[in-house]
């Protein structure tokens, strides 16, 4: 099986250029610009909190989508091959903050040390947090973010967390709350693990679900019941324990000023379907590594703002990938990177202004 290539735009180490650029997060947005700036000779240095790099590639999507394999090979490539130099298990963050994901933290760094240490900084962190439901029952044992649901898995899968820290699915009942592609890597992961029953659940219908009506429908023929049109109105419990959830029907409205479609709920049209687990998958968050005073401005849904040639609002702070594009597809946030390390060279050799 051959590796990803992310130093594919050279065939060996070239000279130093006596320049280091840390990167913070190892996903494919960190891993692509790895590998470019290590084509130009730069010094990389990759800061990541999980025993290994690959970020949600490897401790979140399933395998069938991303071998683990090849983004095992893709990365010792970076190592043995271009030099890059990979810090796992360290979480950079200025000031201190909980974030999902954080089972394999060994040690902090502050993000200034980096910003201070380094002619050049890429923040490439992705969204570690997850939108939990406002509903009743939220807080019971057996409702999961769908990350950390993924994450537990797959970190078991992988050989870095024990299969007892992980919920035991063979055989019990599964509700996801979503329709996009962290909501069907959740019922899929379920089913692949035994589930005697997987539903999934959405607001609207399967012609608006983000994952689309080809990934819904390839879960319906492997088994997964497709409760469209539907949102959970609470969570029902017995000893602490989810025990089932109270669904109520919707209709969608008139497309508002944007085109959309708003879920309204349908009064007297509650329904329970009793379930053991609830795997709430509706978003997360980008996760930058620092809160505030650090001079790096953000929007209002937390994503870094940068300019045309990927640069913060603090210079030489560069960012790339979700924490800057929100939740996307593996395929942009390894481009972004690309672009991003693209960016930093030239700001590196005096051709950005």
């Not at 000279?15 to 891993?31: N, T």
């Not at 954080?102 to 939108?131: C, H, P, Q």
Request: aromatic share 8%.
């Amino acid at each position: 099986m051959n590796g990803i290539n992310f130093a594919f735009h050279c065939l060996e180490r070239p000279e130093p250029s006596g320049k280091r650029v840390a990167i913070i997060g190892s996903g494919p947005a960190g891993l692509s610009a790895a590998g470019y700036l290590a084509c130009r000779g730069h010094e990389v240095h990759v800061y990541d909190k999980l025993p290994e790099p690959g970020g949600l590639m490897l401790f979140a999507i399933p395998e069938f989508r991303i071998p683990v394999e090849r983004v095992r090979l893709g990365y010792r490539d970076l190592m043995e091959r271009m030099g890059v130099k990979f810090h796992t298990g360290v979480k950079v963050i200025s000031g201190e903050r909980k974030d999902e994901g954080d089972e394999f933290v060994e040690k902090t760094v502050d993000f200034e040390e980096l910003v201070r240490d380094f002619d050049a900084v890429l923040i490439a962190t992705g969204t570690w947090k997850s939108w939990l439901a406002n509903i009743p029952g939220i807080e019971l044992d057996g409702v999961f973010k769908a990350l950390e649901y993924l994450f537990k898995i797959k970190s078991a899968k992988l050989g870095h967390m024990d299969w007892s820290k992980v919920p035991e699915i063979k055989g019990k009942r599964v509700m996801v709350v979503g329709a996009g592609h962290t909501a069907c890597d959740a019922a899929l992961e379920s089913l692949l693990l035994g589930a005697e029953e997987v539903y999934m659940s959405y607001r609207r219908t399967i012609r608006e679900a983000p994952a689309g009506s080809y990934e819904i429908n390839l879960l319906r023929e492997k088994g997964v019941e497709w409760l469209e049109l539907t949102m959970p109105k609470r969570i029902i419990g017995e000893k602490g324990r989810v025990k089932g959830v109270e669904l109520v029907r919707t209709k969608l409205s008139e497309p508002d000023e944007t085109g959309r479609r708003k879920p309204v709920p349908i009064e007297g049209s509650e329904f329970t379907v009793e379930v053991d687990y609830v795997v709430c998958a509706m978003g997360q968050i980008p996760t930058p590594p620092f809160g505030e005073n650090v001079g790096i401005a953000t929007d209002r849904k937390g994503r870094i703002v940068v300019d045309s040639q990927h640069m913060t609002s603090r210079e030489g702070v560069f960012a790339a990938g979700d924490v800057v594009l929100g939740p996307s597809l593996v395929g942009r946030a390894t481009r972004d990177g690309l672009y991003a390390a693209r960016d930093i060279h030239l700001w590196l050799t005096g051709v950005r202004a």
